[in-house]
């Protein structure tokens, strides 16, 4: 028997196959132990020799603790985010973020985590994480992140709820006058009258803030719409007058220049003069029945109350006188009267007196006459 050999586990089973040894050193031959690794948590005999070696869960103990716990928080250090006792957020809420060093500012959050460390911010001190410092430039007591307004030269920089106001810009006021209403330097919106500002003009106004260039003067020419007057000119009240124009005045149905007047020219009508007036007159009795030549003919050399220059009315003076026919005393209704107006070389143009309508008649038939004359 060797004496270095082990003792048999189950001496009767192994003998026959010679010595075996414990290369463990723990009473067990090798052959019979159920691990003999030093680094597993049964190779010193433990447990069932023939489950094998069993060994710990990385980083942990056989016994189930941490392997490495320096600062002994119950946290395994590769669980730990901070176990150095060294750290300002060492074994507190903030651990999560790993070891952080120093807290310049001394309110209580490693400047790892402090959202402003700067003791002239307005944020100083606050739980803001991660944002950074905000700074007030404008010495009003919001943030310049949450100040609305912050320059110093707007009208409402302490206080603005709204963004930046500045004395001159246009602020939408009420009334007439909203476009041309201003911020004014105490951020109060103005609204402006408008209007002439010139004092010798004849519409200046007092209450005029801003020149719209509406300056109107006296003696300036103007249309006063008057067909009798000129030389129209603004007075001192700015209205426009003109002087009225000495001459006849006519009027229809008046008896003028051996007739009537059936019409007179009206302002804005071709021919008007307000110093002379112009129209048409009719002569008062028929000047017989004729052809159409001789009726014609009959004006070539014509002499009526002492005014000559008497003819044939066109047709569309023909209907004229059929409107006013009661100012022409008798008129015939049983036949037509002839117009100037030719059609052709053998027609012209007719009215019948009885009814107003025009057609068109042989100039070889008879038709009554009515002369007029242009003044």
């Not at 067990?28 to 003999?36: A, E, Q, T």
């Not at 007591?141 to 110093?152: F, S």
């Not at 007092?206 to 719209?212: E, R, S, V």
């Not at 021919?271 to 030549?293: N, R």
């Amino acid at each position: 028997m060797d004496p270095n050999s082990c003792t048999y586990l189950a001496p009767d089973i192994y003998w026959n196959y010679g010595c075996f040894y414990d290369s463990d050193n723990d009473g067990f031959c090798d052959v019979s132990d159920g691990c003999n690794d030093q680094n597993a948590c049964n190779w010193n005999g433990e447990g069932d020799p023939w489950l094998g070696c069993i060994y710990a869960v990385p980083n942990y103990l056989c016994n189930g603790q941490c392997a490495v716990d320096v600062d002994a928080d119950g946290v395994c250090d590769f669980q730990d985010p901070c176990y150095d006792v060294n750290a300002c957020n060492y074994n507190n809420v903030y651990s999560e973020y790993g070891c952080l060093y120093g807290d310049s500012d001394a309110d209580g959050l490693c400047d790892g985590l402090d959202g402003c460390s700067d003791v002239t911010a307005c944020n100083y001190n606050s739980l803001e994480l991660w944002y950074g410092c905000f700074y007030d430039l404008d010495n009003d007591g919001v943030c310049d992140n949450v100040d609305p307004c912050n320059d110093p030269i707007a009208c409402n920089w302490n206080g603005a709820t709204e963004g930046c106001y500045y004395p001159g810009v246009p602020c939408g006021g009420q009334g007439v006058n909203a476009a041309y209403a201003f911020y004014d330097e105490n951020c109060t919106c103005i609204s402006y009258t408008l209007g002439c500002m010139n004092s010798t003009a004849c519409n200046y106004s007092a209450d005029a803030d801003i020149d719209d260039g509406s300056c109107l003067f006296q003696n300036t020419p103007c249309n006063d719409n008057n067909p009798f007057t000129i030389n129209d000119v603004l007075n001192a009240t700015c209205n426009c007058q003109g002087t009225l124009v000495s001459g006849e005045t006519v009027t229809v149905g008046q008896s003028y220049q051996g007739g009537v007047v059936v019409r007179v020219v009206q302002p804005g009508e071709g021919g008007f003069d307000p110093a002379v007036p112009h129209g048409l007159i009719a002569a008062t009795a028929d000047q017989g029945s004729y052809t159409w030549s001789n009726a014609v003919q009959l004006f070539w050399d014509f002499n009526l109350n002492g005014y000559t220059g008497w003819r044939l009315p066109d047709v569309n003076e023909l209907a004229l006188l059929y409107g006013q026919r009661q100012l022409l005393g008798t008129y015939q209704t049983s036949w037509n009267y002839w117009s100037s107006s030719e059609i052709s070389s053998t027609l012209a143009w007719a009215l019948n007196f009885s009814n107003g309508s025009s057609y068109q008649a042989f100039k070889g038939f008879s038709g009554y006459v009515r002369a007029v004359r242009s003044f």
